[in-house]
């Protein structure tokens, strides 16, 4: 099983909103991550959690909380969004902190802010 | 100078034929690259990786790197229409906090009848 599942698949949220994306996978990988996508750009990354703590955060605004409740699951907690944080918003999970391990992707949230 | 380099395309080719995909990377200490493939509102699919010099074949798919190069490379034989997508090309570094997978823009194939 190389799943990782997304939830929900599609998000519209005003800006003085509070949602969270959720995403789960039981692979058994300590390594889950957050990536943004823009149309037609690459996947950007966002944070990187490994054995359930934050170990990379790029710089990413406040308005965007992750959590690792626990092995298995990821949160993404979004609070007051602007419209340019419309993008697709990808989970990733792998092996931790290992060189040649593959990334699997969920198949992400769609999220408009209006 | 970009971290992971590809040419956007797109690449046309016909049914039947061998589509090359190219990719260049900046960091030497880029540890193992990854192609990825992505049809228009989905999320990436892993198809091929690659940690060691050389060629690695899988399916229809080959897979070449040459590291001192900076070179990266994804070969699609007897391609057909539904491997038209936009291919990305990722590298992976190891860093204190984990790995870091940074993505080309990609390559956007189209196979035509």
């Known amino acids: 099983d190389t799943e990782v599942t997304q939830t929900p698949k599609h998000l519209v949220m005003g800006m003085t909103n509070k949602k969270s994306l959720k995403c789960e996978q039981h692979m058994g990988h300590r390594a889950m991550y957050w990536y943004k996508q823009k149309a037609k750009k690459p996947p950007e990354l966002m944070f990187v959690?490994?054995?359930?703590?934050?170990?990379i955060n790029e710089s990413v605004p406040s308005r965007f909380s992750p959590e690792c409740p626990n092995s298995s699951l990821l949160n993404l907690h979004l609070h007051a969004l602007q419209p340019e944080d419309s993008a697709l918003y990808l989970c990733?999970?792998?092996?931790?902190?290992?060189?040649?391990?593959?990334?699997?992707f969920g198949q992400g949230t769609r999220l408009t802010v209006v | 100078q970009k971290e992971v380099e590809q040419n956007s395309g797109p690449l046309s080719v016909p049914e039947g034929a061998i589509a090359s995909l190219n990719c260049t990377y900046s960091?030497?200490?880029?540890?193992?690259f990854f192609w990825y493939r992505q049809y228009s509102g989905k999320s990436p699919e892993l198809i091929m990786f690659?940690?060691?010099?050389g060629d690695k074949e899988d399916g229809r798919f080959t897979a070449q790197l040459n590291k001192a190069s900076q070179y990266v490379s994804l070969l699609i034989r007897d391609s057909q229409p539904s491997d038209s997508a936009t291919y990305l090309c990722?590298?992976?570094?190891?860093?204190?906090?984990?790995?870091?997978?940074?993505f080309g823009t990609g390559t956007q194939l189209k196979v035509e009848l």
């Open positions: 959690y490994s054995y359930e703590k934050l170990s």
């Open positions: 990722a590298v992976n570094i190891l860093t204190g906090g984990g790995n870091k997978l940074t």
């Open positions: 960091d030497r200490g880029s540890q193992s």
């Open positions: 690659i940690y060691s010099n």
């Open positions: 990733a999970s792998s092996q931790v902190k290992q060189a040649n391990t593959e990334a699997f």
